[in-house]
């Protein structure tokens, strides 16, 4: 069982900057490609991004695409999504996800592991 711990979450204004982290615990993280995915009030939960076990490959939603980065390091079981240049519609809840294969997925099908969300809010 895969227990995902995010933080780094807060109220910034736009243009700004926040590094979101998912600490995983009870699992062996490289068997898990990671992605984050954020939920604004009224929406559907959205993919922004994922990476495979190596951090080699990633992808990324075209709304944060050059904004922000994912990465992971797997010394310390943790992923990262750095968020530059933050706008008022990135607000949400963000969760990260840990999926049933090693390779990255843009589906939220494929993640069997959830954290419990970090809330991000951006004002204008």
Same mark, same amino acid.
């Given at each position: 069982?895969?227990?995902?711990?995010?933080?780094?979450?807060?109220?910034?204004?736009?243009?700004?900057?926040?590094?979101?982290?998912?600490?995983?615990?009870? @699992?062996? #993280? !490289?068997?898990y490609?990671?992605?984050?995915?954020?939920? &604004?009030?009224?929406?559907?939960?959205?993919?922004?991004?994922?990476?495979s076990?190596?951090?080699?490959?990633s992808?990324?939603?075209?709304?944060?695409? @050059?904004? #922000? !980065?994912?990465?992971?390091?797997?010394?310390?079981n943790? &992923?990262?999504?750095?968020?530059?240049?933050?706008?008022?519609?990135?607000?949400?809840?963000?969760?990260?996800?840990?999926?049933?294969?090693?390779?990255?997925s843009?589906?939220?099908?494929?993640?069997?592991?959830?954290?419990?969300?970090?809330?991000?809010?951006?004002?204008?």
């Amino acid at each position: 069982q895969v227990q995902l711990l995010e933080s780094g979450g807060g109220l910034v204004q736009a243009g700004e900057s926040l590094r979101l982290s998912c600490a995983a615990s009870g @699992g062996t #993280f !490289t068997s898990y490609g990671m992605g984050w995915f954020r939920q &604004a009030p009224g929406k559907e939960r959205e993919f922004v991004a994922t990476i495979s076990w190596s951090g080699a490959t990633s992808h990324y939603a075209d709304s944060v695409k @050059g904004r #922000f !980065t994912i990465y992971r390091d797997n010394a310390k079981n943790t &992923a990262y999504l750095q968020m530059n240049s933050l706008k008022p519609e990135d607000t949400a809840v963000y969760y990260c996800a840990a999926a049933r294969t090693s390779q990255p997925s843009t589906a939220q099908a494929f993640y069997y592991y959830w954290g419990q969300g970090t809330q991000v809010t951006v004002s204008s």
